[in-house]
């Protein structure tokens, strides 16, 4: 069932990796961007976070993995708890030692370097010697048997696939508790989204890395999610298990391209219940 009453499902904190409580974001001191957001995601869960381009998807990961300053936005009310501790403050390098790293929209890989330096890269702030890190390093090509193809091959020069699977396995180098994977089909042949939706399916499991995913492919998200969130220009607007949003009339319709022929905004639509998550 959706939840009727707040955005962060009722689950005790001790079953939760990420509580995001309130947060406002503002850019410049001047433009608001995110509202009164709050969500959570389980250890060893997989989160969806759902919306339109522009709804404030990337914003909400950036605040959780504070790099917001880089783009001269800050969070302004509410708190990020992380695995226990409050992280709202922390900075971005320090927050990856803790177990929380972001793979960026665009896959942003180092083209000038080989995939396997990029691999390595994501091995920067690990202390625990060059054996261990080579034991992940073959570790992260079991699970991209076509990286170790291309290992040699410069970054550049491989294709989108190619490009997301080492985003994310350079973040798996830094031994993750949880990765925020931001719009990880953009781009991809639907062939291509699967295989990686399939791997994420793989860590999550075997590996108990928790995923919060912001994605626009609602379709494929809530496939393999448990749990989902949907924001609407900053605010969350409805979340709810998978399956639940899935059934949703109106999710179908304007997320999921099915039905209700004649609507063209859920703005218009008196029974869609955009119900007030945040608080003034």
């Known amino acids: 069932m959706m939840t009727t009453s707040a955005a962060v499902p009722a689950q005790e904190p001790d079953n939760l990796i990420l509580e995001v409580n309130n947060i406002e974001v503002i850019y410049d001191r001047v433009i608001l961007v995110l509202k009164g957001v709050s969500l959570s995601v389980p250890k060893g ?11 404030g998807k990337t914003t909400t990961l950036k605040a959780i993995s504070n790099l917001l300053h880089a783009e001269r936005g800050e969070v302004t009310k509410g708190n990020i708890v992380f695995d226990g501790a409050q992280v709202h403050n922390l900075s971005p390098n320090d927050l990856v030692r803790r177990g929380c790293i972001q793979v960026m929209e665009g896959r942003h890989c180092f083209g000038h370097l080989s995939v396997e330096d990029n691999l390595l890269t994501g091995a920067f702030t690990r202390r625990d010697g060059q054996t261990a890190i080579r034991e992940d390093l073959e570790l992260v090509y079991t699970y991209f048997p076509r990286l170790k193809e291309r290992r040699g091959s410069q970054a550049g020069y491989t294709s989108g696939g190619e490009q997301q699977m080492t985003a994310i396995g350079r973040a798996l180098m830094s031994r993750p508790k949880m990765i925020l994977l931001d719009e990880p089909s953009m781009g991809l042949a639907p062939q291509l989204v699967e295989e990686i939706f399939e791997i994420v399916k793989q860590l999550n499991e075997e590996r108990n890395v928790s995923f ?61 219940k955009r119900r007030k998550r945040w608080l003034s």
Do not use: C, P, W
Request: glycine share 14%; aromatic share 10%.
């Open 45 to 55: 869960g997989i989160t969806a976070l759902l919306g339109a381009n522009g709804a």
């Open 212 to 272: 919060l995913l912001a994605e626009q492919n609602t379709n494929v998200a809530l496939r393999y999610a448990k749990y989902g969130y949907i924001l609407e220009s900053g605010r969350i607007v409805l979340d709810g298990e998978a399956r639940a949003l899935r059934e949703n009339e109106d999710v179908k319709e304007f997320y999921l391209g099915i039905g209700g022929e004649g609507r063209r905004s859920f703005r218009n639509v008196k029974h869609y």
